[in-house]
């Protein structure tokens, strides 16, 4: 009997070496997989990193192609505007209000919009406003507006995408 247990036995043993032979094949195995996966991951992060870089640079360049093209034409007119050959003031003016509104379409289309006011109306606001003169009731073209009523705007604001681009210039109604 005690032969057949250390048949047995070896027969255990060299089944306990084949299994550890097995795991240690399968922990090299993942561990191989494990370095390959990560190498991968980084390899892929490299990729979309790239592609995000290129895809930038283009949408940039468009964006300035366009914006280039857009304001050739405007050069154009105030370099016309600029050279003196306007001597008609009315002529003159109407070359001014035509590049004022091509240069507000193309700001329009690149999508920023005037900050909206209601002169008379809204009260200053510094996120929207910059106040650039105060004036008193005698001066003011509202002079029954409360004070730090908008009264006029000097130069409009501007917003992009809801953002503030440019505040309005404005002027207040005094205390």
């Known amino acids: 009997m005690p032969e057949r247990v250390g048949k047995r036995l070896d027969r255990i043993e060299r089944q306990l070496e084949e ?5 240690t094949t399968l922990v090299a195995e993942l561990r191989r997989l494990e370095h390959t996966q990560r190498e991968a991951a980084e390899s ?21 192609r366009d914006l280039c093209l857009e304001l050739i034409g405007p050069l154009a007119a105030m370099e016309a505007v600029a050279g003196g050959g306007l001597t008609d003031p009315a002529v003159a003016a109407g070359h001014l209000r035509s590049l004022a509104l091509t240069l ?13 006011i209601v002169v008379g109306q809204d009260r200053y606001d ?5 106040c650039v003169g105060v004036l008193t009731p005698a001066e003011s073209p509202f002079p029954q507006a409360p004070p730090h ?3 006029r705007i000097v130069e409009d604001g501007y917003l992009l995408g809801r953002r503030q681009l440019t505040p309005a210039q404005v002027e207040i109604q005094a205390r």
Do not use: C, Q
């Open 44 to 64: 892929a992060g490299h990729a979309v990193e790239r592609l995000r870089h290129d895809l930038e640079s283009r949408v940039v360049h468009t964006a300035l």
């Open 104 to 116: 507000r379409g193309l700001l329009g289309r690149m999508g920023a919009e005037v900050v909206p």
């Open 149 to 151: 009523t908008v009264v």
């Open 126 to 130: 510094p996120e929207r406003h910059h």
């Open 19 to 23: 299994m550890v032979d097995d795991n």
